[in-house]
């Protein structure tokens, strides 16, 4: 460090022992002290590890079943928080209730033996803004739909993110205790929305509940598991865990503190994670009812103590050989440096229509679209007129459509899908601006139909226009 110092000295840069240099100085100081000089970049780092987390299952040794993840969404005030509560509170022996008064990001029950996992999102944005950072862990979508209320706007959000992250389903119709609940008009609801009840022959189950006094909980989460069994949900547990942080912060005395959510493998207390831009070795982990355990497997929720920084929601974490303790300091700090933003352009796929037109592999593309526009006549007209544009290898795919401007739900919701937004006599609201920037969103506003259909066949048939 000394010499290295002193070459630098020499060259007029003044550096202590933990300054980051840059690929010149490296290049000056190889130079000066005759050493040759590689460098490793971070990014390839980055796709080691990037492989390291699409390596497919089976590579990873054993597959066992695992216990089911459960994301509650719903429209506000319809009983998520009540409900995830009252689910909880059942489950924990009278002895431990205290401890549910305090926030847990994601906590485990048992049903019948089996367990079921619950993920405590705040709200069906943060749930696609996860989706975005390419944390995809929920496997089940519980609907909450207040009997009193039926399918509101922020309903069939949910349900588009719910579609798109291609979660089943599942409808908790909540407050059946109200006077004022009508069930026949949830059900036609949900119909309306491709959603049709299995009581009319469909394959959307619908379980009466009320959040409040407990009723029908005990069939939600049989119908859970019944979900849950048709997906044969497995996963390798002898193997390096790796999985998502759903949240983070910094404890007085424990230093950043972590909830994250086990995808695979098995967490031990002791291993060294690399989760976004911070890495550690796992000094205590701490299960949903605050008890000290040693090992997390899959789909367990954990509170970690150890990291060297808090990481963020939606980060992906994997664990490292011991030995790989410098490339984990590594990768962290040059993600700390680049920052969140620039982590988000790494994701694949296409942003901008002419970014889709440019990507030719494959054969059968999907153009998803959110259609946001003034009057539900004019959503009417879109998809009709969207409707009649056929190509051989391009499938219009409208992913979610409503009426009002667009929201940070449908950004997210596009970040996450891949999807362009075609704003229609609307405006994007100011944070659904900002946030659409920096997420790399396009948004195409237009007031004439046939200027949408002209730019969608246009990019159909590769002869976009500048927007208009
Ligand atoms: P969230 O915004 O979806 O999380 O909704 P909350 O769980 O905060 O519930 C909104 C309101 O509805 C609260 O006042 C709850 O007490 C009430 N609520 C929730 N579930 C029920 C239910 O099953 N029956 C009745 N009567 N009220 C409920």
Not at 29 to 43: N, P, S, W
Not at 206 to 232: I, P, Q, Y
Not at 271 to 287: E, H, K, Q, T, W
């Amino acid at each position: 460090a000394k010499d290295i110092i002193g070459v630098l000295f020499r060259a007029g840069k003044m550096a202590t022992i933990n300054d980051p240099l840059d690929e010149n100085d490296l290049l000056d100081i190889g130079m000066e002290l005759g050493v040759d000089v590689t460098i490793k970049r971070a990014e390839t780092v980055e796709d080691v590890i990037s492989a390291q987390l699409a390596l497919p299952d089976e590579e990873l040794g054993d597959i066992q079943p695992r216990p089911p993840i459960i994301t509650v969404l719903g429209h506000v005030d319809h009983g998520k928080t009540t409900l995830v509560d009252k689910i909880r509170s059942a489950n924990v022996a009278k002895g431990e209730a205290g401890g549910i008064t305090q926030h847990i990001a994601a906590y485990q029950v048992d049903h019948n033996g089996h367990k079921l996992t619950f993920v405590d999102t705040p709200g069906h944005a943060a749930f696609g803004e996860m989706r975005a950072r390419g944390a995809n862990v929920t496997d089940i979508v519980v609907l909450v739909v207040a009997a009193d209320d039926g399918v509101m706007p922020q309903t069939v959000e949910c349900i588009a993110h719910a579609r798109a992250a291609g979660a089943p389903i599942v409808v908790a119709m909540n407050k059946i205790d109200l006077p004022g609940a009508n069930e026949q008009k949830v059900l036609t609801d949900l119909a309306n929305q491709n959603l049709l009840p299995v009581e009319w022959g469909g394959d959307t189950e619908v379980v009466r509940v009320s959040a409040l006094n407990g009723t029908g909980l005990d069939n939600l989460l049989e119908t859970l598991l019944v979900t849950a069994e048709l997906k044969e949900l497995k996963a390798p547990t002898d193997a390096p865990a790796d999985g998502v942080c759903l949240e983070a912060f910094r404890d007085e005395g424990r230093g950043p503190v972590a909830w994250i959510i086990v995808r695979r493998g098995t967490l031990r207390v002791g291993d060294l994670v690399l989760c976004g831009p911070s890495f550690g070795f796992i000094r205590a982990m701490y299960n949903d009812r605050d008890e000290e355990i040693s090992e997390a497997p899959p789909a367990t929720p954990v509170r970690v103590a150890g990291l060297n920084a808090v990481p963020n929601a939606g980060d992906t974490f994997l664990v490292l050989a011991d030995d790989d303790i410098d490339i984990a300091r590594e990768v962290a700090e040059t993600r700390q440096v680049r920052g969140r933003t620039e982590l988000l352009s790494r994701r694949g796929g296409p942003r901008t229509l002419e970014e889709f037109l440019s990507k030719k592999e494959g054969t059968i593309r999907d153009l998803p679209l959110i259609v946001k526009a003034d009057t539900p006549g004019s959503i009417e007209a879109l998809r009709h007129e969207l409707g009649k544009l056929q190509h051989d290898e391009v499938r219009i795919q409208i992913i979610h459509e409503a009426v009002g401007g667009v929201n940070e739900s449908d950004v997210y919701l596009a970040s996450s899908a891949g999807a362009i937004i075609i704003a229609f006599h609307v405006v994007p609201e100011d944070r659904a601006q900002s946030l659409a920037e920096q997420e790399e969103v396009e948004i195409r506003r237009y007031n004439i139909i046939y200027n949408v259909t002209d730019d969608i066949r246009g990019a159909l048939e590769g002869l976009l226009k500048p927007e208009r």
